[in-house]
Each structure stands twice: as structure tokens, then as C-alpha cells.
């Protein structure tokens, strides 16, 4: 039995040999996934690979010490990589010393935003972006990853776009300078990784590859031949830093910052609760934020880029047993290892190897299928998806979110601008009101006009209502009833009564017409309260039902007569 005074944070039984092997045994499988993807991603982020290996020691050991779920793995993932390369490179240059002071600078603010974030208990902020937008933006920014790729897949000059369509004219036009032997390196890379993965996918492909790639190039002599080698890879653990810290460079990159923190957490929140809810636990976002803010924060003083949870690992993690957080710390242990006795084997790693192991993982990204499952179910978000897809492909990815979310935000505003309005009948086997135009064989009559409020009622709705009304009593001239159901509404401003109450004093004195409300629920009556409403409209609020006011009113809606039926409207 394991030390038993030591329990694993998030978990409530004591840490024995059984969960040590489990967690041991995912850390080894991931531990065979992280040292090629961090090496990638950090090249994909226009850093040195090594840096995505020193972002993934310390910072999964801190995150594991304060989350709250258990089997995140977090990294450096592409999307994130990405955005840095994006952000950082808009005022740096890559490969410069500057670039990579910016990307260490940005990881600390990263933490900072995400921390107080948590702090503040801000995690709801993320609930602003939809998850439409969200599958659009990745799956637009998984084709700028694979296509900014090309360069090292193919051997040719590409430039440091965010444009696909900039990026497919660099690409056509480089085809000319083609280097051979990088292309089928490529190439050869991406068949293997696909085919390894159909045969097995518990095959660490990616390992092999980079292992076999390594002793080609060096056997061969490749390198000599033109084919881009990473070089040398610094050993050792990384030395501690500090982030240089200037208002002008916080100015430059605070965005890219923000966007980061916020995307990340999303990101992080969304695979974390996934697998919480196979495995019956729950994970609090607050404490995540907090988990994530503290590895960015403490991870930048060891030369990291931002890191985020990695849907990939974390399922890999899930599916390998793993069952606490000392996964990530066994991880984040193997890889230090690397550092200290192996980083100089990667010498002769072709960066066309990497590419394609970045291509491979990012095209699963691409959600298609999640375009067509909208569009089916509810257009309007197959629209904001769409939206932020191009927006993402021809713009530029840090304007993909921002206008995709926007755009949604503003569908949402349109649909609390427009209350759903409906007209119903009465249906005398179910005894109950439904749409007459769906049920068209509900009863209606002319002199009678019922409303159904679906939705709480506001200055920005009401005067839709309105319109809806007077529209309505335009078409039913004989109208001398109108009752509005309320049984919907859960909240209603002081200016939506105001504005009632001026419609019901005119179409009293010009039609001649009464306005009854029914239904309305406690807090909304309360208000109604204050605004006078329980000594001017007594009598026309107190009804509970539509069938209880049309009883006092002696209106039958089950008998036919020879002037007809009447109509009745539900909001």
C-alpha cells in the first residue's frame, strides 16, 4: 500500500498500489504522445521545439496539484499554438530573441487573466461563445494549421499568413521549388501516422517515426542533401527566467492574451466536463481557471508557451486507466528526463516529420458533420458556425471568434427583439390550446383574441408585442375580447408596463375593445403590484386560466353557431 497520509488532490480514497499502476501506465502512454506533439506545437508557434517540452514538465505538475478534474491532460495544444504564432508574430519576429521574450511574456499574462479570472469567479464568461461558434472556429483554424504547414511538409517558401486564400497562392506558387526528398519525407509521414492509427491506435506511431525519421536522415546524411533538421536541442532542465515586463510590450500582446485565456479555458472546461460526466464526478470551472492561470503563470518563469487542456491526451489519458491527477505528474516527471539524457538525439529530427505529425493531428478538427447536424436541427446556429468558419479562413483567426460571437450574440438579441407569436384554437377532445396551424381543426371565433407570452417582457420586446396585436385586431375587426396569457412570462420591466397600459387605455376608448391578462406568475404579479396595477386593473389580472375567464365570461368554445368560431392568438 502507498503511503496512505498522501491522497491526491479531488480524490476522497486513499492513493493504493492499484491506482499508481493505472495512473503510471496512462503517464507512459502520454508521456510517447507529448514529447513529439509538444516539439510540434512549439515549432507550429514559431518557437523552438524545445520549448514545447519544458511548457510540458512543470506546468501539468502545478495544474495537477489545483485542479479540480482528474483526467485533463494539458500541454501545448495547435490551436493555442496558433493563436500565439498569430499574435506574437504581428510584432515580432519569429525566430528572433524578441519573439520568444513576447511568447514568455504572454504565457504570464495568459496565467494572470486566467487566475483572476477564477479568483473572481468570472468562468461564466465562456458561456457567451457558443459551441457553433466554437466548432467553426477550430475546424477553420485546423485547415490554416495544416496549410501554414506546407512550407515544412513540402520544402518550399510559404509565408507567415492567417489567410487561406494567401496561404494557397504562396503554396501554388512555391510548388515550382519543390524539394524532393522533404516532400516524400512528408508525405511518406502522414501515411504512416494514418495507416499506423487505422492498424492500431494504441501504436505510439508518432515516436516510431520521429525514432526511425532521426536514424534515417542520419544514416543517409539527408541533412546534407537540404532536407531542414531541428538542430540542437538545449538539454537540462530550463533555466529560470523573467518575463520581461514593459507597458509597451504588455500593450502589444494583452489581446492575443486575453484571447488565449479565455479560448484555452473554454477549451480546457469543455473535454474536463466531458469525461467528469462518464466517470459521475464533477469539476468546478472556478477552480479550473485558478489551476490553469497558476501553471501559465509559474510555467513562464521556465521559458514556456500558454498551455491549455488537449482533447486528444485527455481522451487518451481516460482511455488509458488513468484515474487521478498524478498522471500529469508522472508526465511532466518522464519528460524531464528527456531533458536531462535524450534531447540530444533529436538533432537530426526532420522538421518535414513534425509538420505532418501536426497535420495528422489537427485534421480531426475539422467538423463538417457538426455543420450539417445544425443546419438540420436549428438553421440559425448552422449560420453563426458558418459565419465563423469564413470569417476564420479569409480574415484571420483572432477576428474568426470575435466576429463568430458577436454574430451570435446578435441572433440571440433578434430572438428576444421577437417573442414567438402563435395563433391558437381550442381543442375540445384534449381540452387544451394549441396552434391553429399546426392544429388546424382547433375551434376559433371572431370576437374573441387570445395571446400566449413565451418569454419574459422588456423594453427591447414590447413594442413587437404591440405591433403583433394591432396587426392581429386589424385582421379580426369584430374583435371585443383580447386575453393575454402570461403563463410564460417570468419577468416584466417597469417601461413594458407603461407601455401596456397606454395600449389597453386606447383600444379601450377607440375599439371599444378589453384587454384581460391571465396567468401571471408571482414575481411578475409583484411587480405589476408596484405599478399600480392591483387597484386600476383589478378585475382584468386576477384570472388564473383561459378557460377560468372565459367561464366568467360565458364565452363557449365548444359549441358551433352560425357566426362562427372565434380566433384565439397565443404569444
Known sequence: MIDRKYIPINMKEPYNRNLFLKDLIAAITLFVMLVPQGMAYAMLAGLPPVMGLYASTLPPVIYALFASSRHLSVGPTAITSLLVFSGISAVGQPGTPEYVTLVILLALLVGIFQFLFGVFKLGFIVRFISPSVLSGYTSAAAIIIALSQLKNLLGIEVGNYFQVHLLLNDAVKGMMDLHWITFFIGIGSIIFLVGMKKLNPRIPAALLLILFSIVVVYRFRLDQLGVNIVGMVPSGFPSLVFPTLTLGAVQQIILPALTIALLGFMESIAIGKSIADKE???????????ALGLANMFGSFFQILPINGSFSRSAVNHQSGGATQMVSIFTGGFILLTLLLFTSYFYYLPTSVLAAIIIVAVYKLIDLKQLKNLIKVKRVDGWSWFVTFLVTLFIGIQWGILIGAIFSFFLLLSRMFRPNIIEVGYLEKEKVFRDVKRFPQARTQDDVIILRVDSSIHFANIYYLEEKLMDIIRLKPNAKLVIIDFSGVNDMDASAFTVLEELHDRLKQENNLDIYIVGMKGPVRDTANKAGWNKRYEKKIGFFTIEQLLEHKKIDLTSVNEEGLPFIYMI
Open 280 to 290: 459521475k464526478y464533477k469539476i468546478n470551472p472556478n477552480r479550473e481557471l485558478k
